[in-house]
């Protein structure tokens, strides 16, 4: 049998974990993002030198028994800690400090360490990577997958594609495919 070539398109939580598991399971994996960087909506931003921040997800949790073995994993290689700060409601524009909730009625929360970036960039850290490319279309012609991005240059052919974008985009990279009519039918909230 023969390696198979897989696209994972979206670099963000979910797709550097596709990417990674992939990848150990020894498939030769390419993950592709519009995005300088790693990390979707887990990203540290910089600005002057010393400055950084997070934005997006504030924190995350694991409820799931698996990703809760791939968070101890995290905490133990010093990626991930657990994050203990004060959350505070507003309702009506006014802040206000949450009622007090006994420990096991509030889930761990953690944070990457030392911004949310670093999941990604662990997952990533091997993988082939095309950053800064924003794929327009998605074909598959004879189970071979290509990506056209928005410079018109051909990527693939790839076996398997990975799609890791919110359904309206995921949607409209596959308007060729008849899978694109299901994922319109896929209800957003915001």
């Known amino acids: 049998m023969t ?4 696209a994972v398109l979206g670099a963000g939580i979910s797709g ?4 990674r ?14 995005s300088r ?8 931003r910089r600005g002057d030198p010393g400055i950084s921040f997070d934005h ?18 995290w905490i133990e290689q010093g990626i991930v800690a ?3 700060g004060a959350i505070a409601e507003i309702d009506a524009s006014e802040p206000t ?7 096991i009625d509030q889930p761990q929360r953690f944070v990457a360490v030392p911004g949310m970036t670093a999941i990604a960039r662990h997952l990533a850290a091997d993988l082939p990577l095309q950053l800064d490319t924003r794929i327009a279309r998605a074909t ?17 052919p790839f076996d398997r594609l990975i799609v890791s974008f919110p359904a309206p985009q995921s949607a409209t990279l596959l308007a060729d495919h008849p899978l694109a009519t299901e994922i319109q039918a896929v209800p957003m909230t915001p």
Not at 3 to 6: E, G, M, R, Y
Not at 16 to 19: R, S, V
Not at 58 to 72: G, L, M
Request: net charge positive; with cysteine.
């Open 37 to 44: 960087g790693l990390g979707g909506r887990m990203a540290t």
């Open 21 to 34: 598991t992939l990848r150990d399971r020894g498939f030769d994996v390419t993950l592709f993002d519009k």
């Open 3 to 6: 390696t198979k070539h897989i």
């Open 82 to 84: 657990e994050w203990t």
């Open 140 to 156: 598959c012609d004879g189970g071979a997958w290509r990506l056209l991005d928005e410079s018109n240059r051909e990527n693939g």
């Open 97 to 103: 400090p949450p009622q007090a909730r006994a420990k």
């Open 16 to 19: 550097t974990i596709a990417a």
């Open 56 to 73: 997006g997800a504030q924190y995350f949790t694991a409820r799931d028994p698996h990703f809760q073995r791939y968070v101890q994993s």
